[in-house]
């Protein structure tokens, strides 16, 4: 082809004249895309680390594609009962408008249906399409060039409240193959399983993962920064999940052909070569603090694990083979979509933690709020929050199990599906006498306003929110549906009832001075009265572990000042008795212990052994020292008892393990 027919061809193009726009028999535009070649992804960096590598990919057969996005009046003839999401958040009301809450299936559904009707195949597209289709011969972030004009500009930021926008379709600039809302309005379901590209340059009419967690979606949202708008942008989504950011549009083709899948995912390292057998755990009567180590320990560049400045909110949990595995996550910014959820394990008999590896991520999604619990046998339980944008207030919980050492996982379940308030989890799983499971998840995103609970009677395959509705009075003997303070820790007392203790929320005890809060269910958690507790308060940037020994006392871990924000009438430090009976002022975390069900905790004791130590405690804790009166000043702490009583704390970056022993020996 000499270059005057290629100068021909990219006028015509970049002209919109080669759209040929028809209609099908339930209104949707269907222009024809031309087969062709183009160099798919980018250079990868940062975050965008899944767009590399960048590679050339042949589309070997020309398709057609819907103009716009399927709308609610193209949609709702399929399935009429879907207008019962017309207008939630003010979005979407009119039939011109993207249809959202489409999950993967519903959009599949869809396309068979349609398909039916007409006696022509019609699909979801595969993601090379779908950047070959929205590139349309450009290799700039956007094909209206570098920058999006501000016609395609809605709510293009982080955000926790939805925002009303008109989703009304084909109102942008449309692409030179005659595509509109390629960039924002909704993010579209591609038919791929999210997996990394191939490695090989080349590839001809490619698809996704052979399996897989998640589903691809691209061109971002209404409610999406505009830097994950851009041609090369990948995100996914759990196929079950739906919401208002996320609908589609159709390719009328037949299925590709191609065997060409995407690579799998590399295994990480803490679910490689996992010893199955199981370990004898022994106990040990003798007072333990062993020395305290870092969990958080970086990973090789050449792991291709994401690993960032700001590692925080971690859990752990034992394993039956005497492992101990620990999660986090790792992120620039806590409110981002780069937030990525990594894990480190401590092998039986090592005395180091190896460096860390991925765990789990749903590709540009919000993933606030990790929990890791054994429930008895050989079943690990994890739970994570998923937001449906960037920041952590609208978070859906999803639930993992493994049986075998956490070697490997079964899919994501979505256990709390409607992204909103009340699902921020926290670690500190409890399971009842009765077998029941609570989990504990932030009630609201503020520093206060109370930590919710879900419920499940039937070993986890079922939850439920048993939350009354009625408003919060945190006060002395005040009542409310709400446990007091966020980040609560959860524990059931002998005589069935729920206590919990939290962050915030603080209430005046009858000297004035303001204490933590503290929360008594006797309605399994559809209310609760508050008091003040004897605990000091604690705040940004701490979070404390409430939960009961194997030997029988209940214990807390918590901290005995904020070092910023002293809002206990001044109060800084606690009164601790030293190993010679004599009192002295400690600053930092500790431990107490109660063996009247949380009335009265008449031991606590500083968490250090006296030895001089500069540490690193991650997060917002940064350097501190350790000596005989100071402890690690904040932090957000995790705690499990492993079957030898050993009892193996974290922090925002330090592994502590200590037993009751030790805590009882002043």
């Given at each position: 082809?000499?270059?005057?027919?290629?100068?021909?061809?990219?006028?015509?193009?970049?002209?919109?004249?080669?759209?040929?726009?028809?209609?099908?028999?339930?209104?949707?535009?269907?222009?024809?895309?031309?087969?062709?070649?183009?160099?798919?992804?980018?250079?990868?960096?940062?975050?965008?680390?899944?767009?590399?590598?960048?590679?050339?990919?042949?589309?070997?057969?020309?398709?057609?594609?819907?103009?716009?996005?399927?709308?609610?009046?193209?949609?709702?003839?399929?399935?009429?009962?879907?207008?019962?999401?017309?207008?939630?958040?003010?979005?979407?009301?009119?039939?011109?408008?993207?249809?959202?809450?489409?999950?993967?299936?519903?959009?599949?559904?869809?396309?068979?249906?349609?398909?039916?009707?007409?006696?022509?195949?019609?699909?979801?597209?595969?993601?090379?399409?779908?950047?070959?289709?929205?590139?349309?011969?450009?290799?700039?972030?956007?094909?209206?060039?570098?920058?999006?004009?501000?016609?395609?500009?809605?709510?293009?930021?982080?955000?926790?409240?939805?925002?009303?926008?008109?989703?009304?379709?084909?109102?942008?600039?449309?692409?030179?193959?005659?595509?509109?809302?390629?960039?924002?309005?909704?993010?579209?379901?591609?038919?791929?399983?999210?997996?990394?590209?191939?490695?090989?340059?080349?590839?001809?009419?490619?698809?996704?993962?052979?399996?897989?967690?998640?589903?691809?979606?691209?061109?971002?949202?209404?409610?999406?920064?505009?830097?994950?708008?851009?041609?090369?942008?990948?995100?996914?989504?759990?196929?079950?999940?739906?919401?208002?950011?996320?609908?589609?549009?159709?390719?009328?083709?037949?299925?590709?052909?191609?065997?060409?899948?995407?690579?799998?995912?590399?295994?990480?390292?803490?679910?490689?070569?996992?010893?199955?057998?199981?370990?004898?755990?022994?106990?040990?009567?003798?007072?333990?603090?062993?020395?305290?180590?870092?969990?958080?320990?970086?990973?090789?560049?050449?792991?291709?694990?994401?690993?960032?400045?700001?590692?925080?909110?971690?859990?752990?949990?034992?394993?039956?083979?005497?492992?101990?595995?620990?999660?986090?996550?790792?992120?620039?910014?806590?409110?981002?979509?780069?937030?990525?959820?990594?894990?480190?394990?401590?092998?039986?008999?090592?005395?180091?933690?190896?460096?860390?590896?991925?765990?789990?991520?749903?590709?540009?999604?919000?993933?606030?709020?990790?929990?890791?619990?054994?429930?008895?046998?050989?079943?690990?339980?994890?739970?994570?929050?998923?937001?449906?944008?960037?920041?952590?207030?609208?978070?859906?919980?999803?639930?993992?199990?493994?049986?075998?050492?956490?070697?490997?996982?079964?899919?994501?379940?979505?256990?709390?599906?409607?992204?909103?308030?009340?699902?921020?989890?926290?670690?500190?799983?409890?399971?009842?006498?009765?077998?029941?499971?609570?989990?504990?998840?932030?009630?609201?995103?503020?520093?206060?306003?109370?930590?919710?609970?879900?419920?499940?009677?039937?070993?986890?395959?079922?939850?439920?929110?048993?939350?009354?509705?009625?408003?919060?009075?945190?006060?002395?003997?005040?009542?409310?549906?709400?446990?007091?303070?966020?980040?609560?820790?959860?524990?059931?007392?002998?005589?069935?009832?729920?206590?919990?203790?939290?962050?915030?929320?603080?209430?005046?005890?009858?000297?004035?001075?303001?204490?933590?809060p503290m929360s008594i269910s006797s309605d399994m958690g559809q209310t609760?009265?508050?008091?003040?507790?004897?605990?000091?308060?604690?705040?940004?940037?701490?979070?404390?572990?409430?939960?009961?020994?194997?030997?029988?006392?209940?214990?807390?871990?918590?901290?005995?000042?904020?070092?910023?924000?002293?809002?206990?009438?001044?109060?800084?430090?606690?009164?601790?008795?030293d190993s010679e009976n004599k009192e002295f002022t400690g600053y930092g975390?500790?431990?107490?212990?109660?063996?009247?069900?949380?009335?009265?905790?008449?031991?606590?004791?500083?968490?250090?052994?006296?030895?001089?130590?500069?540490?690193?405690?991650?997060?917002?804790?940064?350097?501190?020292?350790?000596?005989?009166?100071?402890?690690?000043?904040?932090?957000?702490?995790?705690?499990?008892?492993?079957?030898?009583?050993?009892?193996?704390?974290?922090?925002?970056?330090?592994?502590?393990?200590?037993?009751?022993?030790?805590?009882?020996?002043?």
């Open positions: 082809m000499n270059r005057i027919s290629l100068l021909i061809i990219a006028i015509i193009l970049n002209s919109g004249l080669y759209a040929q726009i028809e209609k099908n028999t339930i209104g949707i535009d269907i222009t024809k895309i031309p087969a062709g070649y183009f160099w798919m992804g980018s250079e990868g960096k940062g975050e965008n680390y899944d767009e590399a590598p960048m590679h050339k990919v042949t589309i070997s057969r020309p398709f057609k594609m819907g103009v716009t996005e399927i709308t609610n009046v193209q949609y709702e003839q399929f399935d009429p009962s879907h207008s019962q999401y017309r207008g939630k958040y003010g979005l979407s009301p009119n039939d011109d408008d993207a249809v959202i809450y489409v999950s993967y299936s519903d959009a599949i559904a869809f396309c068979k249906w349609l398909s039916e009707k007409e006696g022509k195949t019609y699909r979801l597209p595969t993601e090379a399409e779908w950047e070959y289709a929205c590139r349309a011969g450009t290799y700039s972030l956007f094909y209206t060039g570098d920058y999006l004009p501000n016609s395609f500009l809605k709510n293009q930021k982080l955000y926790r409240d939805p925002v009303a926008v008109s989703l009304k379709v084909g109102q942008s600039k449309a692409n030179s193959f005659g595509l509109y809302d390629m960039h924002g309005n909704v993010e579209e379901w591609c038919s791929d399983w999210y997996a990394p590209y191939p490695s090989k340059e080349d590839a001809i009419d490619p698809l996704g993962g052979e399996d897989g967690l998640f589903r691809v979606t691209r061109g971002g949202s209404h409610g999406t920064p505009a830097e994950y708008l851009r041609s090369a942008n990948r995100m996914a989504m759990i196929p079950e999940d739906k919401h208002w950011l996320t609908g589609f549009r159709i390719v009328q083709a037949d299925y590709p052909n191609s065997k060409e899948y995407a690579s799998q995912s590399r295994m990480p390292e803490n679910m490689l070569n996992i010893d199955q057998k199981k370990h004898i755990w022994k106990k040990e009567a003798t007072p333990i603090f062993k020395e305290p180590v870092r969990y958080v320990v970086a990973p090789d560049c050449k792991t291709g694990t994401p690993f960032y400045s700001h590692n925080h909110c971690p859990t752990i949990t034992w394993c039956n083979n005497g492992d101990l595995l620990a999660v986090w996550f790792t992120a620039d910014q806590e409110n981002g979509r780069g937030i990525e959820i990594i894990g480190s394990r401590l092998r039986q008999g090592k005395g180091q933690w190896e460096p860390a590896s991925r765990f789990f991520k749903v590709p540009d999604r919000n993933m606030t709020g990790s929990a890791l619990f054994h429930k008895g046998g050989d079943t690990l339980m994890y739970f994570n929050g998923v937001e449906a944008a960037g920041d952590w207030q609208n978070l859906a919980i999803v639930q993992r199990i493994s049986i075998d050492n956490g070697a490997t996982w079964d899919r994501p379940r979505m256990i709390v599906p409607e992204h909103g308030k009340r699902n921020q989890v926290i670690s500190g799983t409890v399971r009842t006498s009765k077998g029941w499971l609570i989990q504990a998840a932030d009630a609201t995103p503020e520093g206060e306003g109370g930590t919710a609970i879900h419920i499940s009677k039937d070993g986890g395959a079922t939850w439920y929110d048993p939350n009354s509705g009625i408003p919060n009075n945190f006060t002395e003997g005040g009542t409310g549906s709400n446990i007091a303070g966020i980040h609560a820790g959860i524990v059931e007392l002998k005589d069935g009832n729920l206590m919990a203790l939290g962050r915030g929320d603080a209430i005046k005890n009858r000297e004035g001075l303001l204490r933590m609760w009265k508050y008091a003040a507790s004897e605990l000091p308060p604690i705040d940004g940037g701490q979070r404390l572990v409430l939960m009961r020994l194997h030997e029988g006392p209940l214990m807390v871990i918590s901290f005995t000042h904020h070092p910023y924000r002293l809002k206990n009438n001044g109060e800084e430090g606690m009164t601790f008795i975390a500790y431990a107490a212990l109660s063996w009247d069900e949380g009335k009265t905790w008449p031991v606590k004791k500083l968490i250090t052994d006296g030895k001089e130590r500069l540490l690193y405690g991650q997060a917002w804790t940064g350097h501190f020292l350790m000596d005989k009166t100071h402890a690690e000043p904040r932090g957000y702490l995790a705690a499990t008892q492993s079957p030898d009583n050993m009892i193996h704390l974290l922090s925002s970056g330090i592994h502590y393990q200590f037993n009751l022993n030790w805590l009882m020996n002043q």
